[in-house]
């Protein structure tokens, strides 16, 4: 669907909703919260941010697998949005340096309820801000599938640790629904303190948590799951077995 530019620009400037997913090297499809997508060419795509950043409606922003090159337009994004409704937040398959996602977390953090970080390539320092839930109160899910920077202890501190922060004293107090897919250093041992954690926080010793998915983490057999799952049966755990992956 074609639109003059000025019908764009005001698009845009007026949008709920962005997203940007690359479908050849050289454009870009952008949704807004119009029922049409919109195709812009690569080197438009700095202007679409310029007009973006003017929404003071703008509640999502979806930006997929968007090379390198853009992080310098990223930046441009994320410093200058006039919206103070940002509620989600997927910056899979991105490389976010730790500039960048300190400041998403900094400038957006007391607003947002959903972050999905699928395969982006973050590190433990990223971790570190999410470890302070003063920074995001709101926070009800987290994505970190697939996020083969994070290392073991990284994770532990942000899930488990005893003492930092408000309320849980780890991770957003509130989160609800933890993706941690194909985390090659995701043990049960971890799901199971996060757990713990998440009940300790709680005022009447309930615990308040949607659903982990630990689908393609080769440390965790399906006894521990099983395990999991006895010990918080209103939790849903997402887990597939080896040997049901094999299977044709």
Not at 66 to 87: E, N, V
Not at 97 to 122: K, M, Q
Not at 174 to 187: A, K, N, S, T
Request: include cysteine.
């Amino acid at each position: 669907m074609r639109y003059p530019p000025a019908s764009i620009a005001t698009l845009l400037a007026t949008a709920h909703s962005l997203t940007i997913i690359p479908f050849s090297p050289t454009t870009s499809m952008v949704t807004t919260a119009y029922p049409q997508p919109l195709a812009i060419y690569d080197s438009t795509l700095f202007h679409s941010f310029y007009h973006i950043i003017s929404s003071s409606n703008l509640t999502s922003i979806t930006l997929r697998a968007l090379p390198r090159k853009y992080i310098g337009q990223l930046h441009f994004l994320f410093s200058h949005l006039q919206t103070q409704k940002l509620q989600h937040v997927d910056l899979a398959g991105i490389h976010v340096p730790n500039h960048l996602f300190s400041l998403i977390v900094f400038r957006y953090g007391g607003t947002l309820v959903s972050l999905d970080l699928e395969f982006a390539a973050i590190t433990d320092l990223a971790l570190e801000l999410l470890g302070r839930p003063e920074k995001l109160p709101k926070l009800r899910a987290l994505g970190l599938a697939g996020c083969l920077g994070l290392t073991k202890g990284g994770l532990k501190r942000l899930l488990c640790r005893e003492g930092v922060g408000v309320g849980d004293g780890g991770m957003g107090v509130g989160v609800e629904v933890l993706d941690l897919r194909w985390g090659m250093d995701v043990e049960v041992e971890l799901v199971e303190g996060w757990l713990q954690k998440r009940q300790a926080s709680s005022t009447d010793g309930r615990i308040i948590v949607g659903s982990v998915d630990i689908r393609g983490c080769e440390r965790i057999t399906i006894n521990g799951v099983e395990e999991l799952r006895r010990k918080w049966p209103g939790v849903e755990i997402k887990f597939t077995p080896k040997s049901s992956l094999r299977k044709v």
